[in-house]
Nanobody, 117 residues
Framework: QVQLVESGGGLVQAGGSLRLSCAASGNIFSINTMGWYRQAPGRQRELVAIISSGGSTNYADSVKGRFTLSRDNAKNTMYLQMNSLKPEDTAVYYC???????????WGQGTLVTVSS
């Protein structure tokens, strides 16, 4: 099994920055693609960014140029650096991992990011 623990959420003013972390434990050798999703009140959950085990990244159009996703395999940790935050970035952010050999993805507990105007 794989466990994901998130940290770094909080309250920030528009234009500010936050860095989210997701630490993986358990059968970390089985983790392939990891990513961040977010869900704002009254909205559907959406993919923010994904990263492969080799470090290849893809971003949602809404965050390109502002967010940077990285993965430290030695520390079994994924990071989401969020710059130039906007009020519309306000959401609960969830860490996700595609686990080889498992029927379901691993998910973190979620961390709330609130961007004030």
């Amino acid at each position: 099994q794989v466990q994901l623990v998130e940290s770094g959420g909080g309250l920030v003013q528009a234009g500010g920055s936050l860095r989210l972390s997701c630490a993986a434990s358990g059968n970390i050798f089985s983790i392939n693609t990891m990513g961040w999703y977010r869900q704002a009140p009254g909205r559907q959950r959406e993919l923010v960014a994904i990263i492969s085990s080799g470090g290849s990244t893809n971003y949602a159009d809404s965050v390109k140029g502002r967010f940077t996703l990285s993965r430290d395999n030695a520390k079994n940790t994924m990071y989401l650096q969020m710059n130039s935050l906007k009020p519309e970035d306000t959401a609960v952010y969830y860490c996700n991992a595609k686990v080889g050999g498992m029927p379901l993805d691993a998910w973190g507990q979620g961390t709330l990011v609130t961007v004030s105007s």
